[in-house]
Nanobody, 121 residues
Framework: QVQLVESGGGLVQAGGSLRLSCATS????????LGWYRQAPGERRELVATITSGASTTYADSVKGRFTISRDNGKNTVYLQMNSLKPEDTAVYYC???????????????WGQGTLVTVSS
């Protein structure tokens, strides 16, 4: 069984920084793409950033230049460094693993339980 566990959320003032981590567990051979998504109250879940196993990254326009995604392939862990935070960044942040290869095959998608980030003005 593959699980993702996020950590690092919390309350921060506008202009501050937070670093989110997402640790994986289970017998994992590889993960194609790891990503962060977020969902604000009353809003749809939206993509924040993704990173492939080859370190190619994508970012939402709203976070470009402020957030940095990185991963440790050896640990199958993904991070999100968030700087210059704004109140509109307030949301539950979810970790996502796309195409997880395990001994018996490939899991298409796995989600974490989410971690709350609150940015006060």
């Amino acid at each position: 069984q593959v699980q993702l566990v996020e950590s690092g959320g919390g309350l921060v003032q506008a202009g501050g920084s937070l670093r989110l981590s997402c640790a994986t567990s289970g017998n994992i051979f590889s993960i194609n793409t790891l990503g962060w998504y977020r969902q604000a109250p009353g809003e749809r879940r939206e993509l924040v950033a993704t990173i492939t196993s080859g370190a190619s990254t994508t970012y939402a326009d709203s976070v470009k230049g402020r957030f940095t995604i990185s991963r440790d392939n050896g640990k199958n862990t993904v991070y999100l460094q968030m700087n210059s935070l704004k109140p509109e960044d307030t949301a539950v942040y979810y970790c996502n693993a796309d195409r997880v290869t395990i001994p018996v095959g490939t899991i298409r998608e796995v989600w974490g339980q989410g971690t709350l980030v609150t940015v006060s003005s």
